[in-house]
């Protein structure tokens, strides 16, 4: 992702979905329908409203980042799927090892 892009630090919560697909494609980078590819494939879950139209967050603005550079690597839809969950299995983990560190 550009460094320019993306929501502003003044802007809402990142886990908070308020772009619709057009905004989050403009700001990522990516084609819309790149983002309906990854939605299928299990690469992106975003929001939903309840006229079903699709809701993403700056996290999920962040995460196709990191899916474009992926493929932008060669990486494959499967393995960008893997790298992704690892990833996420990571954060877990060291937020679960933080929290146990912290003084009590």
Do not use: C
Not at 21 to 47: C, D, K, N, Y
Not at 57 to 75: E, F, P
Not at 83 to 96: T, V
């Amino acid at each position: 992702m550009p460094p320019n892009a993306g929501p502003s630090a003044a802007g809402p919560a990142s886990d908070h979905a308020v772009y619709g697909i057009t905004v989050a494609a403009e700001l990522s980078g990516a084609p819309t329908q790149s983002l309906r590819l990854w939605e299928r494939h299990g690469l992106l879950a975003p929001a939903r409203t309840d006229g079903g139209t699709r809701r993403y967050s700056a996290d999920d603005v962040a995460r196709i980042g990191r899916i474009v550079a992926l493929v932008a690597s060669g990486v494959n839809i499967a393995g960008i799927g893997r790298i992704l969950e690892l990833e996420d299995d990571n954060s877990a983990l060291r937020s679960a090892a933080d929290r146990r560190n912290r003084p009590k």
